[in-house]
């Protein structure tokens, strides 16, 4: 195991840049780098789960919106996921994932100690962070983990910020001390009315609206609601940004596999993305592209669980 305490890339060295980020040369030769041992991990509901990996270079240039390839195993698919808190200081990232495949499910039964076979990033185009005024964040399921680095970064920049997040149930809801830090105003949600108001976050979105003035919208989560949240927000003219997640593979943009369609052009989420004008985006062909490979994705999912 390796115990070289974590190197500070922006310190003294010769830098790189690329793709508007940079790392210390030296750290990129330092074998020690690429080790992504497992430091924390933890439960946030009987699927999703909280894990703190070291990699020092990636943490050092993380911004709000972007996102790893992570793959947990040799035999593991590489899968994309946000990161939810980047520290530097102690050289370290934090992501938070539903186990609902095979990958998820195989880095979920990782545990502190353990290295994760191997890891990219920060990939992706950072968070449009500017002074909107006041803006509603909705986040939705494991969404809500991609959306509070967002939301802090918004009111760290002086916006109101007004959190709306929600669950099927309580026992499904996560973060809701962190995400009420990050807010103004926290607005919780269960389908089933188990915890907070009964609803969805729309239903609490449509009844801010009416309140307030809202300047702009961040929606993240399943993508029936992020659609649901851009109808409604379009009717009341209002500025939304959505965080989609469809099939990727190499995060270069080179495979194609994110593909999408915004205002009439096809676009990759890995580069152009993952964040994008949810009333330009084409809706209905991501609801089928993300739907290629379900079967597969089942097959997988068997064959982990000795089923196949």
């Known amino acids: 195991m390796d115990t070289e305490a974590p190197q500070d890339p922006r310190k003294s060295g010769d830098w790189i840049s690329g793709n508007g980020h940079a790392c210390r040369l030296e750290g990129l030769l330092n074998p020690s780098s690429y080790r992504f041992e497992i430091l924390e991990k933890e439960r946030l509901s009987e699927s999703v789960v909280r894990m703190v990996i070291r990699a020092p270079l990636v943490a ?13 195993l040799e035999h593991s698919e590489r ?13 370290a990232i ?26 990219v990033g920060p990939l992706g185009t950072p968070s449009d962070i500017r002074r909107f005024g006041t803006v ?34 309580k026992d499904l809801l996560i ?11 926290l607005i919780v949600m269960t389908d089933d009315g188990s915890y907070g108001a009964k609803g969805l976050v729309t239903d609490a979105l449509s009844r801010l609206v009416e309140r307030e003035r809202v300047d702009h919208c961040y929606a993240i989560g399943p993508l029936p609601m992020m659609h649901a949240v851009c109808r409604m927000t ?11 997640d469809p099939v990727m593979v190499d995060g270069t943009g080179m495979c194609g596999g994110c593909r999408v369609t915004v205002g009439g052009e096809a676009k990759f989420t890995c580069v152009d993305g993952p964040e994008f004008d949810g009333h330009m985006v084409d809706w209905d062909t ?18 982990r669980s000795g089923k196949a």
């Open 79 to 91: 899968i994309p996921l946000t990161i939810s808190h980047a520290d530097r200081a102690e050289g």
């Open 286 to 303: 991501l609801r089928a592209r993300k739907s290629i490979y379900r079967e597969e994705e089942r097959l997988a999912l068997e064959a």
């Open 60 to 72: 050092a240039s993380a911004r709000p919106g972007q996102f790893l390839l992570i793959r947990p």
């Open 175 to 185: 973060l809701e001390r962190e995400m009420r830090e990050a807010s103004e105003e």
């Open 234 to 244: 379009k009717e009341k003219g209002i500025p939304t940004t959505v965080s989609l």
């Open 94 to 119: 934090t992501i938070i994932f539903q186990e609902v495949g095979a990958t998820t499910r195989e880095l979920g039964g990782l545990d502190p100690g353990q290295l994760v076979k191997d890891l």
């Open 136 to 169: 509603a964040c909705v986040g939705g399921g494991v969404g809500i983990a991609v959306m509070l680095p967002v939301a802090r970064a918004l009111k760290q920049a002086g916006n109101r910020v007004v959190g709306i997040i929600g669950a099927r149930t």
